[in-house]
């Protein structure tokens, strides 16, 4: 009998140490850029919905990868970031987007749903070389659209529609495929193509 009442709190310990050890295993630098994220924006508040960041709970062990709403991992690092949700009671985010978007190295698409998100579109943007998707669409959104986003070499999907973008349409130079600019102020020429 005082074997088992030993082994009991010895294993209740080794439980404990091996959560504690597998509890967040995020990569580190993509847990800093999604609190700098999350402090750049805000839940717009609403008695229909569930705020979206209620999720990003920081405190706990929990790993960001299975607990935070809009973030997909692969090998512990941040692959898709959809920000806000597309129900049609939530009424989105508000705020400014984060140059930390760009600490998300492997980040494949990057999805802002409506809201009133506003500020200009982070140049930063331009480094995240796995990016095949962008999607701000419905916002605030103001200023110029960073060239250097068109030359992103994966980028296969680019949609700014109805935001407060204006200036000239940059170049394609990339793989892109699809182009959605409708509801923005931009002026010059809309390619007739897209690169094949």
Not at 7 to 36: K, M
Not at 81 to 90: E, K, N, P, Q
Not at 127 to 142: D, P
Request: with cysteine; glycine share 6%.
């Amino acid at each position: 009998m005082a074997k088992n009442s030993f082994l009991s709190p010895l294993y209740l310990i080794l439980i404990l140490l091996t959560y504690s050890v597998s509890g967040n295993r995020i990569n580190p630098s993509d847990l800093a850029a999604l609190r700098q994220i999350q402090d750049s924006l805000t839940d717009i508040p609403s008695v229909a919905a569930a705020p979206f960041f209620s999720t990003w709970d920081f405190s706990v062990a929990a790993d960001p990868c299975y607990s935070f709403a809009g973030v997909t991992c692969s090998s512990s690092r941040v692959t898709i970031l959809a920000l806000g949700t597309d129900l049609s009671d939530s009424p989105g985010l508000a705020g400014t987007l984060s140059p930390a978007i760009a600490d998300l190295t492997e980040l494949t698409q990057l999805i802002l749903f409506s809201g009133i998100v506003t500020g200009p579109i982070p140049p930063a943007l331009a480094s995240l070389r796995n990016l095949k998707v962008i999607s701000l669409t419905n916002n605030r959104l103001t200023g110029r659209i960073p060239p250097q986003i068109f030359s992103l070499p994966n980028l296969h999907t680019l949609d700014l529609s109805r935001n407060q973008l204006s200036g000239d349409i940059p170049p394609v130079t990339n793989q892109l495929k699809v182009l959605v600019l409708a509801s923005i102020r931009l002026s010059g020429q809309i390619p007739r193509t897209l690169p094949a």
